[in-house]
């Protein structure tokens, strides 16, 4: 009885220190919001009644305005964060299924992106444009205070940082859609400009933070040989 109560207490302690190490991966994947504090790093957004708080709203309010039933497609249809939202510009063969690696790579890169900025919204505690004039008629939702920065454009160019480091051919396209994406949230009536600009300086950040990491550059270098397979593309020299 002593023995198995013993053998008992080493499975519990075994299984207790893997959820442990579990919980933490899960927790931090290539980067931790303690080594990139967006909250530190971006000066305040404009107050309402300033003048670039007033030239942030009235761009919201334009691009209600102008929008088409295309562009309100659009910006639905971003509101998913998903690498493969830059599938129309990577090309055919950039899907889920050419791309098992690379798929679980860039929800990893996209979880952390997330965590880092978590912080940073809540110390602006920014009210989304919608909170602060009625007249703004948002297309999605959204928690109404956690507008700066924005999490899209964080992810956006976050993702097209690296996407272009595995792709440089398409470097251009890439980038140009990350700012597609990330206008898409001044169309749906979620964000501000300077909420965007925020979003891209964070995803900047947390990119620099992550390409310095040595278990992230080996997992980085084989989604880029994934990807660039995928696509029908050669092994990169410096790979």
Known sequence: MKRRMVALIGILTV???????????AA????T?????????????????SAAGKADLKAVLDAQRDRTPGEAAAARADSHLSV??????????????NLPFATQFFARTAYDDDRAIESAKQHFHRPRPFVVDHEVHPILGGSPYESYPSGHSTFAYATAI???QMVPEKAEAIFERAGQFAENRVIAGV??????EAGKICGSVIDNVMLHDPRFEA???RATAEVR????????KHQ
Do not use: T, W
């Not at 397979?229 to 990169?236: E, F, S």
């Open 229 to 236: 397979h995928a696509l029908g593309l050669p092994p990169l």
């Open 191 to 196: 964000h501000y400009p300077s909420d965007l």
């Open 162 to 164: 690296l996407l272009a």
């Open 219 to 221: 997992d980085f270098s």
């Open 15 to 25: 299984s207790a220190l893997l959820a442990g190490a579990c919980r933490s991966i």
């Open 84 to 97: 493969f939202r830059f599938a129309n510009v990577m090309g055919p063969g950039f899907r889920p299924e």
């Open 28 to 31: 931090d994947y290539y980067v």
């Open 33 to 49: 919001p303690a080594e990139v504090d967006c909250a530190k790093l971006l000066q305040p957004p404009p107050a309402p009644d």
